[in-house]
Every structure is written in C-alpha cells, then in structure tokens.
C-alpha cells in the first residue's frame, strides 16, 4: 500500500496516536492515513479548512466519492470511519470544537459474508512448504498455527519463542488494545512447531533475536512478509480464490462452529471483544445447522 507525499502535523500526530497510544498495526495505521490525505486533498481543492467543515461540506464529499471517485458503499463507509476517528482525536486535543462526522451516517452496506476456506483447501495448502528446508520448515508452521489459532496476523509476527509455552502447548498472544489472551495448538502445529524449533529456526537466527517467526536475513518476519508467503503458496495450489492470513482466521471460526463450538468458545478464542464481532460467523453455518435439525430433531421428517 503506497503512502501519500501530502503532510499534516495534525495528520501525522493522530498516526504517532494510533501507534503508540492505540498500538494499531502500521498496516491500519497507513490505510486511515491514506483515506484521510484523500479527504484533506479534497478540502484543499475546494477552498476549505478541515478544522471548519460543516455537515454539508460532508454530503459533497461523500457525492464525489460516490460519482466522481466511483468508490462502492463498503469503501466510502470504511473512509467513514476514518475520518469519524480523526475528527474525535481533533475534537478531543481542542484543535476543533465539535465532531461534525459523528453526525454523519454512511450508506447502506449490503452484508458481506466473511470468506473461508473449505478443509480440502487448507489441506492442499499445507502439502505446498518443503519442510526439509528451514524456510518451508517456517511457512509450513505459518500457515498451521494461523489455522489452529486463528490469531490474526499482526498477533502471529509478534509471536516470541518465550511466548510458548510448549509443555501445555499454548501461547500468549497480544491482541488488541494490549489485551493478553492464550491460544492452543494440537498435534499437526506441535510437530511442525518441534521440527522448526530444532532445525529451521537454528538456522534462520542469524542475530539475536525472540521472535519466533524469521526472514531470510534473520530478522522478524513482517506483516507484508507473510502476505506475500501466502500468495506464493496459494499459487503453488489448484485453489482459485485470493488469499489473505484473515481469510484463515475467518476459516478457524466457520469450522469451529460448523462442528459444534459454542459462539462464546469462538469469540473467546477469537480475542473479540464484543459477541457481535463473532456473530458473522453464524451465517456461513447456515447449512451444517440445517443438516444438524434434520438429522436431530424427530418431527423434522417422515420415515417414509
């Protein structure tokens, strides 16, 4: 994701804000800089001072994403939420008297189911990494603990070898907010977790280092790092569907209630905050609930 060269010192005080105060992930942190440069290049065109925008300066904003920019309603509603979040920081440090954006409601969102990946898939990915090498040995391990934890990727690449604790085969993870919480892993992670702790990653750490998860030149792998790992894998399989470390998140939470988790289980393993968060999950269930009725409930059919 390429950053604008526009410069705001109140810009770039609310992104030190999400970094240090918020601990967003330098990825989030440069996606709501993005949109809110786009915004502040639009005022500018227009004339305006960001910090005395009125509510119908905002509807002629949302028209030009909406007609010129041909932005569709998920991506005007997450600039949105951008923006919300920088004029609370503004209105908040007194740099402007009021949030208008709080006032401002985004269009409608048709609800978008999350995407996953059926089990088959996941096991064509997990035959791609050579585990006889240290590199293979670290992206088999990648993708088999992103799937038995269904941490997210910005939690995964701050995992530390001290983290994991390998006798009850659970690891402290960050969330977040700074939230603490423990995963657990099963079988197929914890022999690919050994193999790599015992041969790839001795020869990956070529400085001193914690993390578990290592680069070429030893240091920690990034968050881009992994993305780029996943789409050269997925391209090594016959699976015609994009790829991201979020998409096996999604993939964890489907099958986990697809075979009989509670909601509560998931979210708690998920690190959600709120049951809402976890309940789009529910809907790509549909179908194993349906064959559950069927197959559990007397009256559902007759004997024929």
Do not use: W
């Not at 993708?143 to 990727?153: F, K, P, S």
């Not at 914890?190 to 914690?210: N, S, V």
């Not at 996943?230 to 399989?237: A, S």
């Not at 709120?274 to 559990?296: F, G, M, N, P």
């Amino acid at each position: 994701m390429e950053e604008s060269t526009l410069k705001n010192k109140d810009l770039e005080n609310y992104c030190e804000y999400l970094k240090y105060q918020k601990n967003y992930s330098d990825y989030t942190i440069i996606s709501y800089k993005n949109d809110i440069i786009e915004y502040l290049e639009y005022i500018q065109s227009e004339g305006l001072n960001y910090k005395e925008i009125e509510y119908s300066d905002i509807r002629f904003y949302l028209m030009f994403l909406k007609e010129q920019k041909k932005d569709g309603n998920s991506s005007i509603d997450r600039k949105l939420s951008s923006l919300r979040g920088f004029y609370k920081y503004l209105a908040n440090e007194k740099i402007i008297s009021s949030n208008v954006f709080s006032l401002v409601n985004g269009p409608k969102k048709s609800k978008k189911l999350p995407h996953y990946f059926e089990y088959n898939e996941l096991e064509e990915m997990f035959e791609v990494p050579d585990i006889n090498t240290p590199l293979g040995q670290r992206d088999s391990l990648l993708l088999e603990m992103l799937y038995a934890t269904g941490c997210r990727v910005g939690e995964l690449v701050n995992i530390k070898t001290s983290d994991i604790d390998l006798s009850q085969r659970k690891i402290l993870i960050l969330g977040k907010g700074n939230k603490e919480r423990y995963v657990t892993y099963g079988d197929y992670c914890e022999d690919i977790l050994q193999l790599y702790l015992k041969d790839g990653y001795q020869k990956l750490k070529k400085q001193e280092t914690d993390y578990l998860f290592l680069n070429n030149n030893g240091g920690a792998l990034t968050e881009r790092g992994v993305r780029y790992l996943l789409e050269k894998i997925i391209q090594k399989t016959s699976i015609n569907k994009k790829i991201s470390p979020h998409m096996i998140r999604h993939s964890f939470a489907t099958h986990l209630l697809n075979e009989g988790c509670d909601l509560l289980t998931v979210q708690k393993l998920l690190g959600h905050e709120s049951i809402k968060a976890t309940q789009i999950y529910t809907h790509v269930t549909t179908d194993r609930l349906k064959e559950v009725y069927y197959e559990s409930f007397p009256r559902a059919k007759k004997d024929h």
